[in-house]
């Protein structure tokens, strides 16, 4: 394998669209979303360890994730996780990451990968990230990896290419905000827009580049503890500072005012598992198109309906169809699948009524 492949996989998240199952204190990376024997977390390593050396992913969390992530990866070592002190959005965390790998390997090229993503063709996975690794050695170029729009979906950020670009690898245009149902169709009709993953691949000197060009108060915060990273130092510095950096994405950090940020459109299928609607989608279906994860399931007059319980507990439905069933030690959630994303709200309202009593 080549020495020169980084990774940093994002784990910090808290999934808080998946409650009851996802919660602040064991979010959804952390569990078997899917049934499969592995949680998302591990198979989010596993894929990455198919082209990058295990020992040269980095681990990004929350500092109260790190006994689960220890559990769940027993083969890292403690410098391979990265802990937040506290969640500052994307640009923080990747700009951290990026100086603790440059101080380890100048020439490093790097993938950044959210640990909840669903990739089924994992060879094709491989496969489209050594075109994207190939291409950051070659020239100073941000890149992402888009997702080719199988419909209108309106809960993705889109990308605009550059529709005269034959190349395999396009330039971006610009990057599009979450659009409502008709615009979504019509970036579908004009065939240059791709979805966003979330997943981008540079190498450490292009990206950091990119920091001090368009973040250069956030670069300064962190290059003032850049001689403590790597050593048992780095996290009283990080500590103490970690707060201090802006809270924001790096879509718009960086990604959305660089010039120089290129795509690849994707050939594996890809699921952001972002709410039960889209794990719904992943799930396999009985001849009523109702899906289960865990239980065992009997259904009378019953459609469209996803079910997740415990292990081998009979559940028993009639009448519903489209909702979202969940049972979870001491909730039960019973729930429209097209108000799927108003869960977060009634957590956030559920959360208000606990702090009030």
Request: proline share 4%; net charge negative.
């Amino acid at each position: 394998m080549n020495k020169n492949y980084y990774a940093v996989l994002m784990a910090g998240g808290v999934g808080s669209r998946f409650w009851p199952v996802s919660t602040p204190e064991f979010p959804k990376q952390f569990h078997d979303m899917l049934g499969t024997g592995e949680t998302l977390v591990q198979k989010t390593f596993t894929r990455l360890s198919r082209l990058i050396p295990k020992e040269n992913i980095l681990i990004l969390t929350n500092d109260k994730y790190c006994d689960i992530l220890k559990e769940q990866l027993p083969m890292i070592t403690n410098e391979q996780i990265v802990l937040e002190p506290e969640m500052r959005n994307t640009a923080p965390c990747i700009l951290y990451a990026s100086l603790k790998i440059k101080k380890k390997n100048p020439n490093a090229v790097m993938i950044v990968a959210p640990s909840d993503h669903w990739i089924e063709d994992e060879v094709q996975f491989a496969a489209n990230l050594q075109r994207a690794f190939d291409a950051c050695e070659a020239d100073q170029v941000l890149m992402t990896l888009g997702i080719i729009p199988t419909f209108p979906n309106t809960g993705y950020g889109y990308i605009e290419y550059n529709k005269l670009d034959t190349r395999q690898v396009k330039k971006v245009v610009q990057f599009r905000e979450k659009p409502d149902y008709q615009t979504a169709k019509t970036f579908i009709q004009r065939r240059n827009f791709l979805w966003n993953s979330g997943i981008f691949v540079w190498n450490v000197q292009a990206i950091l580049t990119a920091f001090e060009k368009f973040q250069p108060e956030m670069v300064q915060l962190f290059q003032s503890g850049y001689e403590r990273f790597n050593t048992s130092n780095e996290q009283e510095f990080i500590i103490e500072n970690y707060q201090k950096a802006s809270n924001i994405s790096i879509d718009y950090a960086v990604m959305e005012k660089a010039d120089n940020v290129f795509v690849l459109p994707a050939t594996f299928d890809w699921n952001d598992l972002g709410t039960w609607g889209s794990l719904y989608d992943k799930l396999p279906k009985d001849t009523c198109d109702n899906a289960v994860v865990n239980g065992n399931l009997f259904v009378e007059n019953a459609t469209n309906n996803i079910v997740r319980t415990n292990s081998n507990k009979l559940v028993v439905i009639g009448g519903l169809d489209d909702f979202i069933i969940v049972d979870k030690d001491d909730v039960l959630l019973i729930y429209p699948k097209k108000k799927e994303q108003d869960i977060k709200q009634i957590v956030a309202k559920i959360n208000e009524n606990k702090a009030d009593t």
